[in-house]
Nanobody
């Protein structure tokens, strides 16, 4: 059984950067697709980025060119580097593991979730 723990969230001004980490324990994530989602109160969980085991990536249009997903298999950790942050990026950010490589943009493709880390961007 794998456990996922996110960290790195916080309060940042618009235009700033944050790097989120998702540390996995209990089982390696190296062979799995990993994703980042975000959610604000009253809204559905929104796809942000995904990283396949072959290092392929996918991004939501809203974050393309600003966010970068990566992983360090030696540390069993997935990262989300977020640059040029905007107030609309404010959300609770979750990482998750997908047992299959698709459909990465849908939350129901993921079977394990972390508890989330809050990102707040002030204007």
């Amino acid at each position: 059984q794998v456990q996922l723990v996110e960290s790195g969230g916080g309060l940042v001004q618009a235009g700033g950067s944050l790097r989120l980490s998702c540390a996995a324990s209990g089982r390696t994530i190296s062979t799995y697709t990993m994703g980042w989602f975000r959610q604000t109160p009253g809204k559905e969980r929104e796809f942000v980025a995904a990283h396949w085991s072959d290092a392929s990536t996918s991004y939501a249009d809203s974050v393309m060119g600003r966010f970068t997903i990566s992983r360090d298999n030696a540390k069993n950790t997935v990262y989300l580097q977020m640059n040029s942050l905007q107030p609309e990026d404010t959300a609770l950010y979750y990482c998750a593991r997908a047992p299959r490589g698709f459909p990465v943009r849908r939350p129901n493709a993921y079977d394990t979730w972390g508890q989330g880390t809050q990102v707040t961007v002030s204007s």
